[in-house]
């Protein structure tokens, strides 16, 4: 499914880490189609129930955890929570969208990981306002350090790593 919807597209690209990569997952090019957002949201939910997580709510990072988180939540009827990057500018003021209880079990959903620094800091958020990260799911890990520092405080959740996309479908010739 990810080549076929070209998620993963060949080239030079700077990550939101900062690391440069000759290649790019864009799992939005997936989650835009509603048959691939089903499957994803049903896999979350597959992997969370094989290890046993118990969760109240769903939450996602803006942007592309988002639609992903939603339909994880319509999947298993939990609430949504939305992490922003950072505070809103106006109005509330608020950095989650939802409501949140103190003790509520959270998990955590995510399109890619490279080093968990971004998703890492939707937990830090989580957790201030008193909610209880029980794991983190992501589509693709990239396997650069993110199931790593992920590990060290959550059971991590990877749907896909790159090995595995790439075991699958080899990159065109010349690339890796």
Known sequence: ?????????????VLTSGKESNYYINVKNLITNPEALKLIAEMVEEKAKAVGLAFDKVAGPELGAVPIATAVALKTGKGLLIVRKKP???????????????????????????????????????ERVGAD??????VVDREEGAEEAIGKGYPFLPLITVSELFAYRSPPSGEK
């Open 1 to 13: 499914m990810f080549f076929e919807e070209e998620a993963i597209l060949f080239g030079r690209f």
């Open 88 to 126: 809103k500018g106006h109005g509330t003021g608020r950095q989650i969208e939802g409501k949140v209880e103190p003790g509520e079990r959270v998990l955590l959903v995510e399109d890619v990981t490279t080093t968990g620094g971004s998703v890492l800091r939707a937990a830090e958020v989580l």
């Open 133 to 138: 990260v029980v794991g983190i799911s992501v």
